[in-house]
């Protein structure tokens, strides 16, 4: 089975300031990860994904994150937080390996990013 | 393209009612998703097609939820008799398959659901 725990409910960040929203996954296999963002009453939004590669991925907006694999771990981050930025984050794992049967996302419960001005 | 379109975007019915939401994906994307997120439980995935065919239905909370899709550009959610506990936002997406598009779900703007 695959997971994802997102221990903050909420994250507050003056602007400015960097940020890290925080991610930690379970898979039984090698993971494809996501980040997705959420702004009051629309659908999801892609902002980036670790396949393969190099660990510190880009994305949009200015935010990357970094792939750990010893910590199981694909924490969000910006240096530079704006408070345009405030929005609901959810990290998204699927195992890379497997049948068809599990190419679905699972999500986590998702992170308020409150960025204060 | 448009982006994966669903309608209604509001609806308020009474309990007992059946409810049907609709979903148009991207076209040429052959998976799709319905979702359903709610305060209490998050988002929570119901169902999935692949080139039409459902793959994973466990997420679907009873049988009071159907979920299908005729053809590569429709897929319908139904529920009947609707209840006050099913009242939530239902988020449809869709994914390609291509090297590109390959893994990201674009979700549409969801229809928040009033059961009374």
């Known amino acids: 089975a695959q997971s994802v725990a997102q221990p903050e409910d909420q994250v507050n960040v003056a602007e400015g300031n960097p940020l890290t929203v925080k991610c930690t996954y379970s898979v039984s296999g090698n993971p494809y990860l996501f980040w997705y963002v959420q702004y009051p009453n629309r659908g999801l939004q892609f902002l980036l994904k670790?396949?393969?590669?190099?660990?510190l991925v880009k994305g949009s907006y200015g935010f990357e994150a970094e792939f750990n694999k010893s910590q199981t771990s694909f924490h969000l981050k910006k240096p530079s937080a704006l408070v345009s930025d405030s929005a609901l984050y959810f990290c998204a794992v699927r195992d890379k390996t497997g049948d068809t049967g599990r190419r679905a996302l699972t999500f986590g419960s998702g992170t308020r990013l409150q960025v204060q001005p | 393209d448009a982006g994966v379109i669903q309608s209604p975007r509001h609806e308020v019915t009474e309990m007992g009612q059946e409810v049907t939401l609709r979903c148009k994906p991207i076209?040429?994307?052959?998976?799709l998703f319905w979702y359903r997120q709610t305060m209490m439980r998050g988002l929570e995935l119901l169902i999935y097609?692949?080139?039409?065919?459902?793959?994973?239905d466990s997420g679907m909370p009873e049988d009071r939820f159907s979920a299908k899709m005729p053809n590569a550009s429709f897929s319908t959610l139904k529920i009947q008799p609707s209840e006050p506990r099913d009242s939530a936002v239902y988020f449809c997406?869709?994914?390609?398959?291509?090297?590109?598009?390959?893994?990201?779900?674009?979700f549409g703007a969801g229809t928040r659901l009033s059961v009374l």
């Open positions: 097609f692949n080139n039409n065919v459902p793959i994973d």
């Open positions: 076209s040429g994307h052959d998976y």
């Open positions: 670790y396949i393969t590669g190099d660990n």
């Open positions: 997406a869709s994914r390609g398959e291509g090297k590109i598009a390959k893994n990201i779900q674009y």
